[in-house]
Structures are given as structure tokens and as C-alpha cells.
């Protein structure tokens, strides 16, 4: 009778056991998690959103961590599953290194020796981490690993944070997707606009910059003609005032010239008659 009830209490404690050990993994898992606050981002422009990790695995010393993407995710979509990057999840493409376009974060684990890479900070021995990630927008071509490259739409399929395991190590207690919306956010309705007014501004620039040569040239050809029609008119009008003083002169000094022979015509034929006269009493005698 003793072996059964042993047998009994081995099976029972063999079961807590087994209980107790699983517990921990799904807790572990459930607890990694990705706030985004607000979860929104604009679906027109770069969106800088902030992340704030909790739950994830701290390996301290361990090779990798985490890298943090933005994209979109399918059914066993997870690494450590056997999901591929480029089939089972998209994500926007960036440079691995510090000085990226802040498309992917690189959070390393303390002490890893390519901490020097990370642009996302370290995972803190309590499993938190803080970084920032750029949306570029609700459209965006992925490429995967295997180089194609397709076109994402985030206003019909769902987008949202992905995290997995860095440098290709995959690690099951750190795979999250965390979605995120788009909208248009309240307080950048009022900045679209500033954003927006610089592409119809050159337009509208674009528009006087070739018509205000068109009243320049009409201006330039109507003042050239009035300084040359001034300058036309003033010798015209010297010339004729010296022309007509000098033909008036010369009539009146005819003039004076004609009375001058008359008088002087009159006179001498006067004196001839008188001459006469006197001589033809003398003749009769």
C-alpha cells in the first residue's frame, strides 16, 4: 500500500513542479510589453514617437539585445517561431549603426560587446529601457532580408513597434508588436498647414517672376521714345528760330535797301529837272 501512495505524491509534486515552471515563462512573456503614448502618429509626416519598454530580458553581459522596428507583422510572424523578415514581418529599412535615421533602435544588453552600436540605450537589470523611434509615415517600402522589396500601407493593413532579439539571435521573451494608429493629431492640424504652404508658395512666386519682366520691357520701350522725341524737337525748334530771325533781317533790309534807291532815284531825277529848267531860259536870249 506504501508504493501507491508514494507513487501518488510523486505525480502530485511532479505536476506542481512542472506548473511552476511553466508559469514563470508565460508571465515572462506576457510582461514584455511596449507603451507608445499616444499610439498615434501622422499618416502625411515623420512622426518622433517615444517608446518605453518593461518586461523584457536583462542578459547582463549577454551578446545583442533588442532591436525595436517599425512595420507590420502576419501570423507566425515571431523569429524565435520561425517567422521570416520580408514574409512573416516588414519593417522600414535603416543603417545598423548609432547614427542612423532613427527608423531602427538598437537597446543593448549591459555590458554586450557592441554596446558601441546602440542608439536605443541598454536594457536595465529590471528589464526597462527607453528610446525613440521615427514613423515616416502610413507608407513606406519594405525590403526583407532576402532583398524584395514591397510596398506598405498602414491605412490597410496594421502597423505598429516591433522588438525581437538583435544580431539574429533570437529570444522568445522579447518579441512584441505593439500597433499604432494614424491621425492627423489636434495640435499638428494647425501645423499641417505651415508644413503644407511652402509647396504652392513657390507656385505662386513662380506666377508674377514671369510676368514682371512683360510691364518692365513696356515701361523700358515706352520711356526710350519720350527722350528721343525731346531731343528731336529741341534742335528742330533752334534751327527754326535762327532761320526765320535771319529771313525777316534780310526782307527788312531789302526793304530798306529798295526805299533807300527810291529816295535816292527821286532825288536825282528832281535835280535833273531843275538843271533843266534853269538852262532853257539862257537858250532863248
Not at 198 to 212: E, L, V, Y
Request: charged share 15%; proline share 9%.
Amino acid at each position: 500500500m506504501t508504493p501507491p501512495r508514494f507513487g501518488r505524491r510523486a505525480a502530485l509534486a511532479l505536476a506542481l513542479a512542472s506548473l511552476f515552471t511553466l508559469v514563470p515563462a508565460r508571465s515572462a512573456s506576457a510582461a514584455a510589453r511596449v507603451t507608445t503614448p499616444p499610439g498615434t502618429a501622422d499618416p502625411e509626416y515623420a512622426t518622433r514617437v517615444r517608446l518605453h519598454g518593461a518586461g523584457f530580458q536583462s542578459v547582463k553581459n549577454g551578446f545583442g539585445g533588442i532591436y525595436v522596428l517599425f512595420g507590420t507583422v502576419s501570423g507566425a510572424w515571431r523569429p524565435s517561431e520561425g517567422g521570416a523578415s520580408g514574409a512573416d514581418y516588414a519593417y522600414v529599412q535603416d543603417s545598423e549603426t548609432k547614427d542612423n535615421h532613427g527608423y531602427q533602435r538598437f537597446v543593448a544588453f549591459p555590458g554586450d560587446p557592441t554596446a558601441y552600436a546602440a542608439n536605443g540605450g541598454t536594457v536595465k537589470a529590471d528589464g526597462t529601457w527607453d528610446a525613440t523611434l521615427v514613423v515616416p509615415g502610413a507608407v513606406f517600402p519594405a525590403k526583407g532580408r532576402d532583398g524584395s522589396v514591397r510596398q506598405v500601407d498602414c491605412r490597410k493593413v496594421q502597423c505598429g513597434v516591433i522588438t525581437i532579439g538583435a544580431h539574429g539571435v533570437a529570444n522568445a521573451h522579447n518579441e512584441t508588436f505593439t500597433p499604432i494608429d494614424f491621425a492627423t493629431p489636434a495640435t499638428r492640424h494647425t501645423a499641417a498647414p505651415k508644413s503644407a504652404r511652402p509647396t504652392p508658395t513657390p507656385s505662386k512666386r513662380a506666377t508674377p517672376t514671369p510676368a514682371t519682366p512683360a510691364p518692365s520691357a513696356t515701361t523700358a520701350a515706352a520711356t526710350t521714345p519720350e527722350p528721343s522725341r525731346s531731343v528731336a524737337a529741341a534742335p528742330v525748334a533752334s534751327d527754326d528760330t535762327p532761320a526765320s530771325g535771319s529771313g525777316r533781317l534780310a526782307v527788312i533790309g531789302g526793304l530798306a535797301l529798295a526805299v533807300v534807291l527810291v529816295v535816292l532815284s527821286t532825288l536825282w531825277l528832281l535835280r535833273i529837272r531843275r538843271r533843266g529848267l534853269t538852262t532853257r531860259p539862257s537858250g532863248e536870249k
